[in-house]
């Protein structure tokens, strides 16, 4: 965790950058880093849902704070620019971004941490809400994350139903697959995912041997750690914040 002295130096850059993407693009992305050196540890975010947004800003900076090089694509450039609720309508309407965009965007995003001078060689992967199922789907599909932390990601577990082109396949399918160690954080009366598909993940977790640590918090729904809304509860919040940097300091090192 970062231990304030008051003696000590503090500084970051944080920018907008144009980075590779999926297939040749190029996107846009947030990046925030300590000034330094370093060597730091790099952490990927992928973006929920509601859009490429001010509280993926924050958190990109956030993760920079704590002695990381933090980089946050924005995996809807594809669909144009604008509001970022407005852009996140769009994507909701073409029926989502596809997997094979995600994982070949954020795959690029991993190349360009580990290519910065500054990298320390270790790259984290981060997501919540829909972010969460990406970030599970990426580590099963790449090599190269070190940890990834699934924040409630609803539809890793998914009925034929759900399947679509843009969604072929469920990630609990590709567990087997897993290259990092993963954290998932979950609340007890999130819908999506349920408790019952949390447990069927981690089944599939343990079936295959992978090492994980799954945390179910009480009295918490879905998107706990967005202060900003209703479903913001501040304990379980902390305490989740916590298990991510202790458990990124254990499996990327620290700068701090």
């Given at each position: 965790m970062h231990m304030y002295r008051t003696d000590m130096y503090e500084g970051m850059i944080a920018e907008t950058v144009m980075v590779p993407g999926h297939n040749g693009t190029v996107?846009?992305?947030?990046?925030?880093?300590p000034l330094g050196s370093g060597p730091f540890p790099g952490v990927v975010l992928i973006h929920h849902a509601p859009g490429w947004d001010e509280w993926y800003r924050e958190t990109t900076r956030k993760f920079a704070h704590h002695g990381y090089l933090a980089i946050s694509p924005n995996i809807y450039y594809q669909f144009g620019h604008?509001?970022?609720?407005?852009i996140a309508a769009k994507v909701r309407a073409a029926g989502g971004v596809s997997d094979d965009d995600v994982v070949g965007d954020i795959t690029e995003s991993l190349g360009y941490l580990k290519s910065l001078p500054q990298s320390n060689g270790k790259t984290g992967l981060f997501g919540t809400c829909s972010a969460g199922r990406q970030t599970f789907l990426v580590a099963c599909r790449t090599k190269g994350f070190d940890g990834a932390v699934d924040c409630w990601g609803g539809r890793v577990v998914m009925s034929q139903q759900e399947l679509t082109p843009k969604y072929p396949v469920a990630p609990i399918e590709y567990t087997k697959d897993l290259s990092c160690p993963l954290l998932g954080l979950f609340g007890e009366e999130d819908q999506f995912p349920t408790p019952q598909q949390?447990?069927?993940?981690?089944?599939?977790?343990?079936?295959?041997g992978k090492t994980y640590?799954?945390?179910?918090?009480?009295?918490?729904?879905?998107g706990f750690f967005y202060y900003d809304r209703s479903g913001y509860r501040q304990e379980q919040a902390v305490d989740g914040w916590n298990k991510v940097f202790t458990f990124f300091e254990k499996y990327l090192g620290t700068a701090d």
């Open positions: 996107i846009n992305a947030y990046f925030a880093r604008g509001a970022p609720e407005d949390v447990a069927q993940h981690e089944q599939e977790l343990k079936k295959y640590e799954f945390h179910m918090y009480p009295k918490a729904g879905h």
